[in-house]
């Protein structure tokens, strides 16, 4: 168990050990709930929630919209010839 001290200003120092394993970072922000055993820290999410259509306009591609089957085979061909270009 982890003890610590709150500071003159509120401040409450959270162990390293804890803040790695949660992987919570300076500047995470959290909302704070009083429960009835003690004090509730829970971090907000850092991205809004997103759905596919808006997350794969980040990719950068303009063109038609393509199948499955004709992304793999782009995927296959562009390894063959990088594959080709090294000499492996």
């Known amino acids: 168990m982890e003890t610590t001290l709150m500071s003159s200003k509120g401040q409450v120092i959270i162990p390293k050990a804890i803040r790695t394993s949660l992987h919570w970072r300076p500047g995470t922000r959290f909302s704070v709930e009083e429960t009835q055993a003690g004090v509730l820290l829970k971090p907000l999410n850092t991205f809004s929630a997103t759905d596919l259509e808006s997350g794969l306009g980040c990719a950068g591609y303009g063109g038609p919209v393509k ?22």
């Open 67 to 88: 199948s499955i089957e004709k992304m793999r085979e782009g995927i296959d061909e562009e390894l063959a010839r990088t594959w080709r270009k090294e000499g492996r």
